[in-house]
């Protein structure tokens, strides 16, 4: 029960102030935006509407503190949605500059930079989808550095900053380098004899099914999991090469859907570049492969993999050590 | 031959190395007597007839001893970055700019490394020379046009499509042969100008994502790394296959890798110095790269 003496009226007003946050005003609490979210698919606990709803009524500490206004990744699929056209990511982004001026932090991994290794290239700068890194001059042992620096209140925590850095001077926790090479030498243990690795979005899965194959993989198929498609790293294919893989599907959302914006177009072009590389030096193309899963596509990941597992019997083993034949 | 005719001849820019090596001198003399650079970057003659050395001149009576020739394939822009980088360090201890002489494929590299921030336009004097291709940056003293970069470039077309005609297994055992020699010294990767970072994957223990032993797959998996991190920022300078002791082709990888940035990207790296860095390939036109 909320009691009517716990709204403050001048909250909603103070959202509307915000650069975004008039769209507030608008909002008939529908519910269409959580139908469309990806967030609320992973964690049903999500909800926009509500948030807005609450926002509206005036629960000022509530939607603060809450861990869900930091949830949004500006996906955008429920803008096109809207029937008032509220551009919700940008209410939610007016919500979180109030919280950020009342101290409070974002929750869950950020992007972290090792200061000592980076080279200010500006890569990761240009790449991150939210703006969230800035190439600034820093103090490191009294002398002055150009260095990345990571907003923590806009990092999403996609990780294609990590992908992309070439010094390997900034890490997504949970999806460090280390991290993510850790799983792979588990998933591909010496004496794994399986031919298939799949790496996999965490948010493109949504079948229960789909889920179902990525933690029970079929024999001969290792799967992993990673924050966003635009993660991966050309390093984790030829790892799986190395651990006698002799194809590796990448399978990421839909363009539009893509959860961190820009992620799944990123690794389609990578790969892309990757498996023409890989051509050139006489591994087929079609060993490496990136598949999206979109919303509507549920419960085709077996499928997919299945024609992965059908296309590398058409090619034949890999002779990746060079040796003449596998050894 | 009429006074006309020779006047357009002196008129025109050089188009040979021989021709520009007097401007050359005559510049670089000038630029150093009146202060106007603290140095000037480019080749010197050694005691190999043929064989030209990187040099750093300070003082304008050494300027007789630049050279231009076809031997001067070396990207001296590498010499501008990385810990030792002439360019690093507090400004305000040169009191003017340094000069660099810049081949085509140097120019572009100048560009890119503009773009990534890592040297300052106001820092350099750029001796250039241009080809027929789109470079996003102006020199500030025209040595010459030359009508193909002399190193560099689109040297591998007919050999690429000679690979590209082959088999899967055929294009493996011809790299595979090749991968087999390659000894790991790094030497591409030290004369890169773009590989400045000052620690490098291939020299990472944990994790470690590249074998350090040279064999076929080790190898192969290091030129393709190194080639991904230049993905959109490679200028297919030539350096990297210059420098190659094995003679490994490697002009064929940096070749493939820019006609498919082009393709996916839209992008020509060095040729625009108003765009903005592709970054590894975030720079994506979408659509593209669908498979």
Same mark, same amino acid.
């Given at each position: 029960?909320?009691?009517?003496?716990?709204?403050?009226?001048s909250?909603?007003?103070?959202?509307?102030?915000?650069?975004g946050?008039?769209?507030?005003?608008?909002?008939?609490?529908?519910?269409?935006?959580?139908?469309?979210?990806? =967030?609320?698919?992973?964690?049903?606990?999500?909800n926009?509407?509500?948030?807005?709803?609450?926002?509206?009524?005036?629960?000022?500490?509530?939607?603060?503190?809450?861990?869900?206004?930091?949830?949004?990744?500006?996906?955008?699929?429920?803008?096109?949605?809207?029937?008032?056209?509220?551009?919700?990511?940008?209410?939610?982004?007016?919500?979180?500059?109030?919280?950020?001026?009342?101290?409070?932090?974002?929750?869950?991994?950020?992007? *972290?930079?090792?200061?000592?290794?980076?080279?200010?290239?500006?890569?990761?700068?240009?790449?991150?989808?939210?703006?969230?890194?800035?190439l600034?001059?820093?103090?490191?042992?009294?002398?002055?550095?150009r260095?990345?620096? =990571?907003?923590?209140?806009?990092?999403?925590?996609?990780?294609?900053?990590?992908?992309?850095?070439?010094?390997?001077?900034?890490?997504?926790?949970?999806?460090?380098?280390?991290?993510?090479?850790?799983?792979?030498?588990?998933?591909?243990?010496?004496?794994?004899?399986?031919?298939?690795?799949?790496i996999?979005?965490?948010?493109?899965?949504?079948?229960?099914?789909?889920?179902?194959?990525?933690?029970?993989?079929?024999e001969?198929v290792?799967?992993?999991r990673?924050?966003?498609?635009?993660?991966?790293?050309?390093?984790?294919?030829?790892?799986?090469?190395?651990?006698?893989?002799?194809g590796v599907?990448?399978?990421?959302?839909?363009?539009e859907?893509c959860?961190?914006?820009?992620?799944?177009?990123?690794?389609?072009?990578?790969?892309?570049?990757?498996?023409?590389?890989?051509?050139?030096?006489? =591994?087929?193309?079609?060993? =490496?492969?990136?598949?999206?899963l979109?919303?509507?596509?549920?419960?085709?990941l077996?499928?997919?993999?299945?024609? *992965?597992?059908?296309?590398?019997?058409?090619?034949?083993?890999?002779?990746?050590?060079?040796?003449g034949?596998?050894? | 031959?009429?006074?006309?005719g020779?006047?357009?001849?002196?008129?025109?820019?050089?188009?040979?190395?021989?021709?520009?090596?007097?401007?050359l001198?005559?510049?670089?003399?000038?630029?150093?007597?009146?202060?106007?650079v603290?140095g000037?970057?480019?080749?010197c003659?050694?005691?190999?007839?043929?064989?030209?050395?990187?040099?750093?001149?300070?003082?304008?009576?050494?300027?007789?001893?630049?050279?231009?020739?076809?031997?001067?394939?070396?990207?001296?822009?590498?010499?501008?970055?990385?810990?030792?980088?002439?360019?690093?360090?507090?400004?305000a201890?040169?009191?003017?700019?340094?000069?660099?002489?810049?081949?085509?494929?140097?120019?572009?590299t100048?560009?890119v490394?503009l773009?990534?921030?890592?040297?300052?336009?106001?820092?350099?004097?750029?001796?250039?020379?241009?080809?027929?291709?789109?470079i996003?940056?102006?020199?500030?003293?025209?040595?010459?046009?030359?009508?193909?970069?002399?190193?560099?470039?689109?040297?591998?077309?007919?050999?690429?499509?000679?690979l590209?005609?082959?088999?899967?297994?055929?294009?493996?055992?011809?790299?595979?042969a090749?991968?087999?020699?390659?000894?790991r010294?790094?030497?591409?990767?030290?004369?890169?100008?773009?590989?400045?970072?000052?620690?490098?994957?291939?020299?990472?223990?944990?994790?470690?994502?590249?074998?350090?032993?040279?064999?076929?797959?080790?190898?192969?998996?290091?030129?393709?790394?190194?080639?991904?991190?230049?993905m959109?920022?490679?200028?297919?300078?030539?350096?990297?296959?210059?420098?190659?002791?094995?003679?490994?082709?490697?002009?064929v990888?940096?070749?493939?890798?820019g006609?498919?940035?082009?393709?996916?990207?839209a992008?020509?790296?060095?040729?625009?110095?108003?765009q903005?860095?592709?970054?590894?390939?975030?720079?994506?036109?979408?659509?593209?790269?669908?498979?």
């Amino acid at each position: 029960m909320i009691k009517s003496t716990a709204f403050d009226k001048s909250f909603p007003k103070e959202v509307m102030a915000e650069p975004g946050g008039e769209q507030l005003v608008v909002c008939s609490s529908c519910g269409t935006c959580a139908a469309a979210c990806v =967030v609320r698919q992973q964690n049903p606990e999500y909800n926009p509407r509500r948030i807005l709803r609450m926002a509206a009524l005036g629960l000022r500490e509530k939607v603060l503190s809450s861990e869900e206004i930091w949830q949004c990744s500006a996906c955008d699929d429920c803008y096109p949605r809207c029937p008032k056209g509220i551009h919700i990511s940008e209410v939610m982004g007016a919500i979180r500059q109030i919280a950020i001026r009342e101290g409070y932090t974002r929750p869950g991994a950020t992007a *972290q930079v090792n200061v000592n290794r980076c080279v200010a290239c500006g890569m990761c700068a240009a790449a991150c989808p939210y703006e969230a890194i800035k190439l600034e001059e820093i103090m490191i042992r009294r002398s002055p550095k150009r260095v990345a620096q =990571v907003d923590p209140n806009l990092c999403a925590g996609c990780g294609i900053c990590n992908a992309v850095c070439p010094s390997g001077s900034i890490s997504l926790e949970g999806y460090t380098d280390r991290e993510v090479h850790d799983v792979l030498l588990e998933a591909m243990p010496p004496d794994w004899s399986g031919r298939l690795l799949v790496i996999i979005c965490n948010w493109s899965l949504h079948a229960g099914s789909d889920i179902t194959f990525a933690e029970n993989p079929p024999e001969g198929v290792q799967v992993i999991r990673v924050s966003c498609s635009g993660r991966v790293t050309p390093t984790f294919v030829t790892t799986a090469f190395d651990r006698g893989a002799e194809g590796v599907l990448v399978v990421g959302c839909d363009e539009e859907e893509c959860h961190y914006r820009e992620g799944s177009r990123i690794a389609s072009g990578r790969l892309q570049v990757l498996g023409s590389l890989l051509d050139m030096m006489g =591994v087929d193309a079609a060993r =490496v492969r990136f598949t999206r899963l979109t919303s509507l596509d549920r419960g085709k990941l077996p499928t997919m993999a299945q024609e *992965q597992q059908a296309q590398l019997s058409e090619l034949g083993p890999l002779d990746w050590k060079g040796t003449g034949g596998r050894s | 031959m009429s006074d006309r005719g020779n006047h357009q001849d002196a008129m025109r820019a050089a188009q040979t190395l021989a021709e520009m090596q007097p401007l050359l001198r005559e510049t670089a003399h000038h630029l150093l007597s009146e202060g106007q650079v603290h140095g000037v970057l480019g080749f010197c003659e050694t005691v190999t007839p043929g064989v030209v050395t990187p040099c750093l001149l300070r003082q304008p009576s050494e300027c007789q001893k630049l050279v231009l020739n076809t031997a001067c394939y070396h990207n001296l822009a590498g010499y501008l970055v990385g810990p030792d980088g002439l360019l690093k360090g507090a400004r305000a201890e040169r009191n003017a700019p340094l000069a660099i002489v810049a081949r085509p494929g140097v120019l572009r590299t100048l560009v890119v490394l503009l773009q990534e921030q890592q040297i300052v336009r106001e820092d350099i004097v750029v001796l250039g020379i241009t080809d027929n291709t789109p470079i996003g940056l102006k020199p500030d003293v025209l040595l010459g046009e030359l009508d193909r970069d002399f190193v560099g470039g689109s040297q591998h077309e007919e050999l690429i499509a000679r690979l590209q005609a082959m088999s899967t297994a055929e294009r493996a055992a011809w790299w595979n042969a090749r991968f087999a020699q390659c000894v790991r010294c790094y030497a591409c990767r030290q004369v890169c100008p773009l590989c400045y970072c000052e620690q490098c994957v291939v020299d990472e223990n944990l994790p470690q994502w590249i074998d350090k032993s040279d064999s076929v797959a080790s190898n192969r998996t290091f030129l393709l790394v190194r080639a991904m991190h230049l993905m959109g920022r490679c200028v297919n300078c030539g350096a990297c296959e210059a420098a190659c002791p094995m003679h490994l082709p490697l002009g064929v990888l940096t070749t493939l890798l820019g006609k498919e940035v082009q393709t996916t990207l839209a992008f020509v790296p060095g040729s625009d110095g108003t765009q903005a860095p592709a970054a590894l390939g975030c720079r994506i036109v979408a659509g593209r790269g669908e498979e």
